[in-house]
């Protein structure tokens, strides 16, 4: 047999295999987890890959546009190598390294669901719903047209002063009622005071009636599938954004989208999402066709790009979005593929630069409701804070840019497996770890970050300042003129180190979220102590060292009790939306309640950030706690 | 030049042409008018023929099916004979003489609109409306998106509680309003309590705002271009209904849908309505971007296959339909092309069997708002009676047949040019007659039927029973067993004649409506004397001699004071209800109030249309002014 050549850049990872194996075979014999859902079926369009030189048997697909497939795009899966090659791993398909990884965050997720404290429930009364009637024969006495007999059957079961009904429901009505003899099964969508017939079914129709709730980030979106009858939540899901390849950071994506006639940016989220639900329906017993609507919250601009709306102005003076309240749609319209007459949900936004993400995140955490003073901190490459109550809610965005998500970090991954999640540095300077998956370390993802730094800084090998001290360690060094720290090993001999570039990075994102924290505080006339609650959000927080945080100077140094992880309250406030109207219109009364406070025109904003890019912070007498908190996180260790 | 011939099928017509004209040129030349509104550039898509033999040259056209195409269907316009060829013609295409009558029609129904009462007013204000609004510009401090900064500005405007937007017009909205500086056009929509935001432009935009109203009639379809704004009715065109081919009758089309997968109906008379749109483009400054509403009126069964709906218990006992209140739609939705956001509104059914037709026509005559008892008849292929007034209304539908249009007669013809529309007998025998265009003879359409045989009853030419009596005249003569009168000839020398069975068939329609009306009347125990009014509508109306009518015993005998003719109450109506949202919110309180009396379910019904069947009816006390009238009209001349 012919033997062949595979090489990937920019890794550089070269392969010797058997003529004719395909590329994803020849990457995971090099080493290389692609990004792939479907296990190489061909299906979910994930392992994209560019083949630079050599030639190739490739099957022809649907899942690649024209234009990539002239850029040289081909799926890894269904591209055969037939001589030596040269192939060019593209970021969203490099950075993930998929399922493995997908399962640890879903599992990850599937947890976070039941810590959420539970003070704020709603009647279950889901947007979209499936119910029965009977429909009684018509007779000579009582020939009421179809349509009409079905309208009058609904009002008896349902309060509804406004029933729509399109054509396509219409031409089936009277098909579905023959065939069944009247028992129909009628899927409703509601939205304020209508509602909309979505499809009617023969009553014995034995199909579940499912939603998806999607957090929809700049970096990860992440899926649960939920039975709206019992709000049981049946699976989850995430999966990198691939719109990462436009930009890691909103404002690049932004910029992108105002020359992407293609609509990339659209189509990359669309083809996540629906990669998702393909996961669920591969590997459950649920029907597409049961899954009746999608439910996504995200940031502003995340919304405009799954909606395709021109979000140019968002990033421009004044700072206006299309919308803060989109419609609910039909989720065809924009691609997605679930019943083809589901509907598509996007949670109502507070402002240009805080979304419906934050609003679902007040509503999942009874923000609004509660009378005690809380802050809400959503941790993420836009970091939203929100500061308010029952009676009044201020909200701004920080940019805190994707340090906290492992990226633009020199040894930086996200928080899946073989990441560096937690690390405390005894007195002698040595290290200690703990990796997501307890496994070797392959990089450091954003809490251990977060615990290196703090741990550093305890130790005094990193200054107040963020300097790395030469003299306090041997593990300090200095390449090429740049100091940094060396963390751990790689079983394969590499080293995972910290940067004085990455300690910069990170105490600039640190110091954004806590000016942002500040700024919201001072324009209320609040300090610190008057937080009661203090709630950390997202993915991150759940791995957050809560005293190295405040000992970093990153969230305000209150009383650890007032402090609390929420988890991902995006997709927990989606999904109570999704499975209660009355929660639905709540985030419309958030959103429209709460104040925008946009950073940018508030001129002390700049002035608090670069105070608070010190360890803790300028003014030490902010952090009382710091160094006891620090003290307390050495003590108890790994 | 080779010279080929073309023989035209079922009227063996031939021609000698020379090879390589179209078949469309071929008729022509072989004194054939074929159906084509675009004058033979392939794209009104009406000149379809049947080739059955011989070789031809064919372009390729989108305005054909595949199954027609494989059916031997072709576009006479773009088809050139290479050889002899042997054709057929369709009934649709053979029927239509084309754009001459159309014009004639269009002229009649032009004046029709005049014609009303105009005692029935509602407030001006179309269903769908353009307004200008100008959204301020935003600013930091009001950065409200855009979409809300629209429905604000739209909300001092109007008083639209429920304001709704889809998708495409969320997308225009940013682009459009960056464009146009704030300036906007915005077109709305509106049902009931719910306002639509069909499309926005930029402010600037010249384009007036077009409405079409409709009347889809069994035979005709008849359309009126309005400015929605100015309320005039720009123009006016009809044809028939192509849906013709597949059964003159409701209830064979009705038949012919259940197993019709093709949709044939529905695209037949989609494909009439594209046309006469496209008639009012091409010949007007309009463009069909500023067509945004199609109002159609109908009988039940016309909108069904309008739509696409399963009409098939409309046929079955308990007779219902899928909906008498159907959804305003997306035109587009059923392949009609109009602004492609435009609207399709129908009109309201009252039941299976009368439709949104008479709705319309009860709306346009204010029948349900006068304190006189009122009886409507609408006289066509299905006539349709309405008794009643402002406290009260029933109605019911007599099948008539096609008699009165001009069709199962023997020399029947539509009221076109060259139609006998009047006839009077002189007392020799002598028939004096009038044809429309007042050119010679080519058939006779219903007006003229009511006039000869009313006029050959006056003079004794016809019985009492209906029978011709052969030595009263000697233009009676029998053929093949079979007694007929000879009316006319034409000039080609053919003989214009009125058969026994013409006269059978004209008897059993008259006796359908005069016994639909006395059931109506006997049902509410009211006799003929107490009708206030008797208005009869219908493009047949119009040319109607109503002393003959009476004479015929086809409408009641009442004083002729009371007896109006008001034309074309469907399209009115609906024209109505177009430019009024009042007025279509009427059309169904008219359409939920009025009784549908099912005729069928009335023992009496064919005891009392036996009677009827008699010249003017077997109780010749129901008829006290019959012979005086049909003396009056004698003395009137022509």
Redesign the interface.
């Known amino acids: 047999m012919d033997t062949i050549r595979v090489t990937f850049e920019p890794e550089g990872a070269s392969v010797d295999v058997t003529r004719g194996v395909t590329l994803l075979e020849a990457a995971r014999a090099a080493g290389l987890v692609l990004s792939s859902i479907c296990g190489g079926d061909g299906i979910c369009g994930r392992c994209r890959v560019i083949v630079e030189t050599g030639e190739i048997d490739v099957e022809p697909t649907t899942l690649l546009t024209r234009d990539e497939i002239q850029r040289g795009f081909v799926l890894a899966c269904r591209a055969k190598a037939l001589g030596d090659v040269r192939v060019s791993l593209p970021v969203e398909t490099r950075s993930a390294d998929a399922k493995i990884l997908i399962d640890e965050d879903a599992g990850r997720f599937r947890a976070l669901g039941e810590e959420l404290q539970e003070e704020v429930s709603f009647a279950h009364d889901p947007v979209v719903q499936k119910i029965s009637v009977t429909l009684p024969p ?3 006495q ?7 007999r079905l309208l009058r059957s609904l009002r008896r079961e349902i309060d509804a002063p ?1 029933l ?4 396509k429901v ?2 089936d ?3 579905v009622e ?1 065939e069944s003899g009247g028992e129909l099964s009628v899927t409703l969508g509601r939205r ?3 509602t909309e017939i979505i499809q009617v079914e023969p009553g014995e129709q034995r199909g579940r009636s499912l939603g998806i709730a999607v957090d929809v980030g700049t970096s990860t979106v992440v899926a649960h599938l939920v039975d709206l009858d019992t709000e049981e939540t049946i699976d989850a899901e995430a999966c990198y954004n691939s719109q990462m390849a436009y930009g890691e950071e909103v404002t690049r994506r932004i910029i992108h989208s105002e020359r992407d006639e293609a609509h990339s940016l659209r189509d990359a989220v669309v083809r996540d999402i629906n990669n998702l639900v393909s996961a669920f329906i591969d590997r459950s017993d649920v029907a597409l066709h049961d899954v009746v609507v999608l439910f996504a919250a995200g940031n502003t601009s995340m919304i405009h790009f799954l ?4 979000a ?2 968002i990033r421009k ?11 609910p ?1 039909c989720a065809a ?2 691609g997605i593929r679930i019943n083809p007459r589901g509907l598509l949900f996007t949670m109502p ?1 507070i ?2 630069w805080v979304g419906g993400d934050v609003t679902a995140g007040i509503l999942a955490t009874g923000l609004d409701v509660t009378d005690r003073l809380t802050m809400l901190i959503d941790v993420g490459t836009n970091g939203e804070i929100v500061l308010g109550n029952r009676q009044w809610m201020i909200a701004c965005a920080t940019s805190a840019g994707p340090a906290f998500e492992g990226s633009g970090v020199q040894c930086g991954m996200r928080a899946s497996r073989g990441a560096i999640e937690r690390v405390s540095i005894r007195d002698d300077g040595t290290p200690e770890l703990r990796t997501i998956g307890d496994v070797a370390p392959e990089g450091i993802c954003g809490s251990g970050l977060v615990d290196t730094v703090a741990e550093l800084f305890r130790t005094g090998i990193v200054d107040r300042v963020g300097r790395l001290v030469r003299d306090r360690s041997s593990r300090v060094r200095e390449v090429d003129g740049r100091a940094e720290f060396v963390l751990a090993t790689t079983p394969a001999g590499g080293e995972i180190v910290i940067t004085q570039p990455d300690i910069d990075n990170l105490l600039r994102a640190k110091a954004a979220i806590y000016a942002g924290a500040k700024v919201l505080l001072e324009s209320t006339d609040h300090g610190f102590d008057d937080i009661e609650q203090l709630l950390i959000a997202g993915g991150f927080g759940n791995y957050l060292d809560c005293g190295h945080a405040i000992a970093l100077g990153m969230i305000p140094d209150v009383p650890l009790d007032r402090v609390r992880f929420v988890g991902n309250t995006s997709l927990n406030g989606a999904k109570r939306a999704m499975l209660s109207v009355d929660a639905f219109e709540r985030c419309h009364t958030i959103a429209r309640g709460a104040t ?1 406070y ?1 950073l940018i ?1 508030y001129p002390r904003y700049y002035e608090e950030f670069m105070s608070a890019k010190f360890l803790p912070h300028t003014d030490l007498g902010l952090f009382p706690r710091a160094a006891e908190l620090a003290a307390g996180a050495e003590a108890g260790g790994i």
Do not use: C, F, K, W
């Not at 729509?164 to 054509?167: A, E, K, R, T």
């Not at 909606?307 to 021109?310: E, V």
């Open positions: 018509p007779t000579l009582d020939n009421v047209a179809t349509q009409e406004s729509q009904m399109g054509l219409l031409r009505l009277p098909l023959r304020g005071g209508t909606l395709g709306l021109d140019s102005r003076a004044p700072y206006i979005p299309a919308t803060t309240a989109p419609p749609i319209e924009v936004s402002g240009s925008y946009d025109t």
